[in-house]
């Protein structure tokens, strides 16, 4: 049985991007050490790997209950926006970059 799954996200400056995904994306830091650190929002966790692990340019799919809400939310706090909110047949989405050029594909239910 599979317990969870985390993405790993290569960073080269782990105390930046910290402060980017708290700051910026709400997301928590539970520990952090040297080289790697584990977060978490709303009971998802996402690790940063500071230059030893995977690749820059990762992308990954986040999907929210209020994507309106989450949108207003990460442009309030300064995110690059990559792609503003778009509306496919598949979710209303919008597409973020952190400062490692991993891009977050932000989506709720389509209208």
Same mark, same amino acid.
């Given at each position: 049985?599979?317990?969870? +799954? +985390?993405?790993? %996200? *290569? ?27 584990? %977060?978490? *929002?709303?009971?998802? *966790? %996402?690790? %940063? ?12 799919? +986040? ?17 690059? +926006? ?22 977050? *594909? ?6």
């Amino acid at each position: 049985m599979i317990e969870n +799954i +985390i993405p790993i %996200l *290569r960073v080269e400056n782990l105390s930046a991007s910290l402060d980017y995904y708290n700051k910026v994306l709400g997301f928590a830091t539970n520990w952090s050490g040297d080289d790697f650190a584990g %977060l978490s *929002r709303d009971g998802w *966790r %996402l690790y %940063l790997c500071e230059g030893d692990q995977g690749q820059s340019s990762v992308w990954l799919w +986040i999907g929210v209950e209020d994507v309106d809400q989450m949108y207003r939310e990460c442009r309030a706090n300064g995110a690059v +926006i990559k792609s503003e909110m778009t509306n496919n047949e598949w979710a209303r989405e919008f597409q973020i970059e952190d400062p490692d050029g991993h891009v977050l *594909r932000i989506g709720g239910e389509p209208k």
